[in-house]
């Protein structure tokens, strides 16, 4: 048919619909379908609304709009909801089914357009303007519908969801936009781009828009088919691989020699062999490899074997590090690296001498046990060097499940070894330094108790065969050197600590911290900053100044933060100079004074240590412990009129409450011995506040101090602002032994306090505690209320005199009685 026919044709056709057309047609919203001109498509639906729009159009209009929702998922579209682009269609055959649905046939006519949406409720009735896309037979409309005829007949033939005989239809087809509508209906795309082409008004620009998808779509496939060739390929590889290894292994069974056929076995053999494990662990290595051999290599079981082999392997059965002997070396060696720190340090030198004389010693489990920053970790990586051994440190912080102990069994997927057996291959060595730092840390739950595990990796008697559930055979760990760190002893589990011998260490005085910045901190910030080469020295009022004013602590880590910050000042001084002067000045000093310490570091942190040393009614100092180390308590008590009751405030615990009312009826019950009115507690309220509550305070060693802060409340009497005190009380008035007595005199000393009382019993603790803590402090031994009386209140005279009780005074050349 000639071109001219044919547009007169299309153009006699289009005008007979248009004419027979409503101005209003119902609308037919589609779920995940664009229908086009030309296309007869069965259509179910099932929403009241357009099950009546549907009723409507074949009882009254005989023609239906269709036009696609913008999102398919919306079950109760709006008109903003539905392209405004669309297909005029005529409903051609009507089926109710019996569920309730209905199917529709329709033939699409022409395209339309929504121009407006009427008023009607019951469905979508809009009013639709006609769209005839205009159609120009010249030469580029030959040309592109050769190249999309083209192009569509080569997308048919890649891909796999369209028939081939889609083509013969094709062909059959004379119209250009009949072509176009056929060959964009059995097109696989989107929505947003079949309703592209429905958006165009020129025939033109619809066959340059449907070639752009065809073109993409064309290229997409290619690389599809590619991939999908090359996967084919690698499948075939591989099972081809399969079927020549199964024949070789065949054929090594008949033959005997797979390990002279597959070098893998035999180089698996020879590391075995080298390894030199004991002998029922070698057997247990040459049965798995024998059962690796019979394993077919694409199997996940063979996997699982090579991996547990290589963990047999690499795990260290006989090689050892010499040790070093030599006392004076070590001893040389622990001093460079810390100061003070005797009783650790003493300890190793005594394992040391004690290896020179057996040459074989059972595993050593020590505890360092002291608050943050004392150089617990750092002292265990020095007593390695010392000893020349290897270190691995294992953080204990969180851990909670047991396996992450003794491992997991190799039948799990990504199974391994645990903590123990891991550190043990990365020191490479049988008898390296483990530390097991935050011991206290860990924790339990339904996983189980990792704390229980570590009973046997911490006992001598029984760590020279620990099981691992992954390695299923006994490792000997009787040549490690075990080094555990703690902040608070209490945490750790009472079994554990049966196997470790626990060192304490107490956090250090100011003038160890002065010689700990000068001989360690500064250097090592210095050469971190890259100001080693530079003259900059610090003076020791500046580092007190730091100490004193801008760290609370026991140990050293926020001092060193401190002087790391002026370092950064310094250089930052330092770079300003050279860039604006253009050169860098030679032989400059630096020397951070007291006077420059703000100038760095801002306004100071804390408030001055010193308490005010002013005597108050029922005002007493106290001594606490804490994780960072000791601290001063003031214990405030007043008197006043109210219904007979004790408040306690504070946010005390249990414990501390129960020695506060332990006090009160201590003092209620000797009123008369003290000189008291016995009637003082009628009608009266006593409260006892302890400063600074927002911290938790709890134990029983504030006893002492709460009842002399009684004491001087109900006597009006001010307390000795000078003498600090510690022990737990009984309702008959003795004086119990309390813990942490080192730090509590360090925080004593601190706060220049010259008279410090402590039960008797802990006289033997003194001992321990060195001279440096003890110079200067009136240490006073006190084992009944009544003997603190005559410190915290010189005046005071007791009534009764039935027992003189006798007080004891620790002596000492440097101490001050």
């Known amino acids: 048919m000639e071109s001219t026919d044919l547009a007169i044709k299309i153009k006699q056709n289009n005008k007979n619909i248009i004419d027979d057309l409503p101005d209003t047609l119902p609308v037919l919203p589609l779920r995940d379908i664009v229908i086009y001109p030309y296309m007869i498509f069965p259509v179910l639906v099932g929403r009241e609304q357009s099950i009546r729009a549907a009723n409507y159009a074949v009882e009254v209009t005989k023609y239906i709009f269709l036009a696609t929702q913008v999102k398919s998922q919306i079950e109760d579209p709006q008109p903003t909801d539905i ?25 699409g006519l022409i395209q339309g357009r929504i121009i407006g949406f009427t008023n009607r409720k019951e469905f979508f009735e809009a009013k639709i303007e006609p769209v005839i896309p205009s159609i120009e037979f010249d030469s580029e409309m030959n040309a592109l ?21 889609t083509i013969s239809t094709f062909d059959s087809i004379q119209e250009p936009d009949r072509k176009l509508f056929y060959a964009a209906a059995n097109i696989i795309q989107p929505i947003e781009v079949k309703q592209s082409l429905l958006q165009k008004r020129n025939v033109k620009e619809q066959y340059y828009e449907l070639i752009k998808i065809l073109n993409t779509e064309i290229n997409i496939l290619k690389i599809e088919k590619e991939i999908d060739s090359k996967v084919q390929e690698n499948i075939a590889r591989s099972q081809r691989k399969f079927i020549i ?47 690796l051999k019979k394993t077919p290599p694409m199997s996940p079981e063979s996997t699982v074997i090579r991996n547990y082999l290589e963990w047999l392997i690499s795990v260290p059965w006989s090689k050892k590090t010499k040790d070093n002997l030599n006392i004076t070396h070590v001893q040389k060696i622990l001093d460079e690296d810390h100061f003070g720190l005797e009783k650790p340090k003493n300890r190793i030198v005594e394992h040391i001498a004690v290896l020179n004389l057996v040459k074989q010693m059972k595993g050593q489990i020590l505890c360092f046990v002291g608050p943050p920053g004392v150089g617990k970790t750092s002292l265990a990586r020095s007593i390695a060097r010392a000893l020349g051994r290897k270190f691995v440190r294992i953080s204990l912080g969180g851990v909670r499940d047991e396996a992450e102990i003794r491992g997991h069994r190799k039948t799990y997927i990504g199974s391994l070894p645990g903590k123990i057996i891991q550190a043990m291959k990365r020191a490479g060595t049988v008898n390296p330094v483990i530390l097991l730092d935050e011991i206290d840390k860990m924790s339990m739950d339904f996983r189980g108790d990792p704390s229980s595990a570590m009973l046997e990796v ?39 600590q049966d196997r470790m011998e626990i060192i304490e260490l107490p956090g250090y005085l100011e003038t160890d911290k002065l010689e700990i910045a000068k001989r360690h901190i500064i250097p090592k910030q210095l050469k971190a900053h890259g100001l080693d080469k530079k003259d900059i020295a610090f003076t020791d009022e500046a580092i007190l100044k730091i100490i004193r004013e801008y760290t609370r602590e026991s140990g050293v880590r926020n001092l060193e933060r401190e002087i790391a910050t002026i370092c950064r000042k310094i250089a930052k001084e330092i770079v300003l100079k050279k860039q604006t002067n253009g050169k860098s000045i030679k032989n400059q000093k630096f020397l951070v004074e007291e006077n420059k310490i703000e100038e760095y570091l801002k306004i100071p942190k804390f408030r001055s240590l010193k308490h005010q040393k002013i005597n108050k009614v029922g005002s007493v100092i106290g001594l606490a412990w804490t994780s960072t180390g000791g601290e001063i308590l003031r214990v405030e008590a007043s008197i006043m009129n109210g219904p007979g009751k004790l408040t306690l405030t504070g946010q005390l615990g ?11 009826s201590f003092i209620r019950s000797n009123a008369k011995e003290l000189g008291l009115n016995p009637d003082f507690f009628k009608g009266k309220e006593i409260h006892i506040h302890l400063p600074e509550g927002a911290i938790p305070k709890d134990g029983p060693s504030a006893g002492i101090a709460m009842s002399m802060a009684i004491l001087s409340a109900v006597a009006n009497i001010p307390a000795s602002s000078n003498v600090a005190m510690t022990g737990e009380i009984t309702l008959t008035g003795s004086v119990l032994a309390i813990g942490g007595l080192t730090e509590k005199l360090l925080a004593a000393k601190r706060n220049e306090i010259e008279t410090v009382l402590i039960p008797k019993e802990n006289e033997i603790d003194l001992k321990e505690i060195p001279d440096e803590v003890k110079s200067n402090l009136n240490i006073v031994l006190i084992s009944k209320i009544q003997d603190a009386i005559k410190y915290v209140f010189p005046n005071y005279k007791l009534i009764s005199k039935k027992s003189k009780v006798n007080v004891g005074k620790v002596s000492s050349k440097k101490l001050s009685i």
């Open 145 to 165: 519908l050769r190249q999309m005829t083209q192009l569509f007949k080569d997308y048919v033939k890649i891909s796999r969801h369209i028939p081939n005989d």
């Open 458 to 496: 911490l006992d001598p008697e029984q760590n020279n065969a620990f099981n691992d559930h992954y390695l299923e055979v006994d490792y000997d760990l009787s040549q490690v050197l075990f080094i555990t760190t703690a902040n608070v002893r209490y945490n750790i589990p009472l079994p554990l």
């Open 654 to 664: 249990n414990v501390m409450k129960e020695s506060a009312h332990a006090a009160l």
């Open 245 to 291: 290894q199964e024949q070789i292994r065949i054929l090594q069974d008949e033959l005997g020699d797979d390990e002279e056929a597959n070098p893998e076995y035999a180089k698996l053999r020879q590391s075995i062999k080298k390894a030199k494990m004991p002998k029922d662990v070698e057997e247990k290595a040459l049965e798995e490899l024998n059962k």
């Open 83 to 107: 392209y405004v682009d669309g297909t005029i269609a005529k409903i051609v055959q009507i089926l109710k089914l019996p569920n309730g649905l209905m199917k529709i046939l329709v033939d």
